[in-house]
C-alpha cells in the first residue's frame, strides 16, 4: 500500500467454549509484533456444539463484551472456522501465471468438491512453485457460502465486518511460524487440542503436507470425569484444571485423566500413521501442542514417549512484545496457548 503499512485485523477465534481475541501491531522491518490486546470470554456449553452456534446471542454477547471491556476501534475482523466446514486439497497443477491460476482454479475446484460450484466460494495459495515435474503445488480451500453469511451476519449483529474467513489449523500454523525457527527438512506436527476438536497440520519446512481434525479433545476429560465421578460440568472443568472443588477428591481424578490421555494418544498415532502412509514421509520430528488442552496435566509429556520425539507447548506471544503496563501479563502468559489460533488471525491483514 502507498500510504503507510497496510492494516492488522482484529482476530477473534470463535471456539466452543470460549471466544478468543487478539490485536497486534506489526512493528515492521523484521521487528516483530506488538500486542495491542488481549481478551478471553467464556461460552456457554451449550452455545456452540459439534462446530455449529447453536445459541448466536450468547456467542454476540460475549464478542459485545470483548470489544466494549477492551475498548476495541478495530472493526474489521479475521475469524476461522474448523475443517468440518471446508474443502481443502493439495493440487498439483501445471505452473501458470497467478492470473491464469486464478481462473484455472475454478475449473479445477469442480472434480473435488461435492457440492455444487455455485454453493462455494474457493481460494487458493500456492505451496510449492516448483514441485514434482516441474509442477506447481497449490492449496485449495472451498468454502460454503452459507458459513460466510452466517459467520457475516453473526459478526454484524457485533458491529463488526468479517473481513477474512480463515482455518484453525493454517491459523496455528502461521502463530507457529513467527514465533519458531523453521529448518527447510524438518518435519513438525502441530496439534491444537480445543474443547471439542483437535487441528492437526503437519509442516515439512514451513509447506503443510497434512492436515485433519479429530473429534478427540478437551472435551473427552470432562466427559469421563462427569461420567466416573458423578460430578456437574463446571465441576468436572475445574477438576480437569486441578483447582479444588468442595467435597470431590482431587486424586481420583489423575488415573481418570491418564486413561483419556492414552485414548488421546491412540487417536493421535492413527492420525500420524495415516499421514506416513499418505505421503511416504515416516519421520516426525518434532509434535507442538497448543489449544487449551494441551495443558492437561502430563499430557506433553505422555505424547513426547508415546511417540518418542520432543514435544513442545506452543506460546503464541514468544515473539510478541508485550507492554505490562496496559496488558495483564500473567494472565497472557499462563493462558497463551489457547491463543495460537487468534494470533495467526490477527497476523492477517486487510486485503489478503
Ligand atoms: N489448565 C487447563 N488444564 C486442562 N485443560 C484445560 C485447561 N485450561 C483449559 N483447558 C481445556 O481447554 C479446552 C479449551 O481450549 P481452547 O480454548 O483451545 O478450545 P476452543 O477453541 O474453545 O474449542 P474448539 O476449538 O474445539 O471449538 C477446554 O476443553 C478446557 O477445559
Ligand atoms: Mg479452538
Known sequence: MFFGKSKNLLGLDIGSSAVKMVELKDL?????????????????AEAIVGGTIMDSGAVIDAITKL?????IKNTNVATAVDGNSVIIKRISMMPMSEAELAEAIQWEAGQYIPFDI????????ILESEGA??????????????LLTEYASLLGQAGLNVSALDLDVFCAQNAYEINYPISSGE???????????????????GSPLFWRDIQAAGNNYTDSLQREMNLTYEQAESIKRGTAVDGVRQEQAAPILNAVTEEFGAELKKTLDF????????AIHKIMLSGGGSQVTNLDRYISQFFGVPVEIMNPFQNVTVDERNLPLDTINRLAPHFAVAVGLALRRMGD
Not at 515435474?133 to 452459507?146: E, W
Open 28 to 44: 515492521g522491518k523484521g521487528k516483530g509484533y506488538q500486542l495491542l490486546s488481549f481478551g478471553i470470554e467464556p461460552l456457554p
Open 67 to 71: 470489544i466494549r471491556e477492551n475498548n
Open 118 to 125: 455455485e454453493e462455494v466460494k474457493i481460494d487458493h495459495q
Open 133 to 146: 515435474g516441474g509442477n506447481i503445488t497449490v492449496l485449495l480451500v472451498a468454502v460454503k457460502r452459507d
Open 187 to 205: 518435519i513438525t506436527a502441530l496439534v491444537n487440542i480445543g474443547a471439542g476438536t483437535t487441528n492437526i497440520c503437519v509442516l515439512k519446512g
Open 275 to 282: 499421514f506416513r502412509v499418505t505421503t511416504n514421509e515416516n
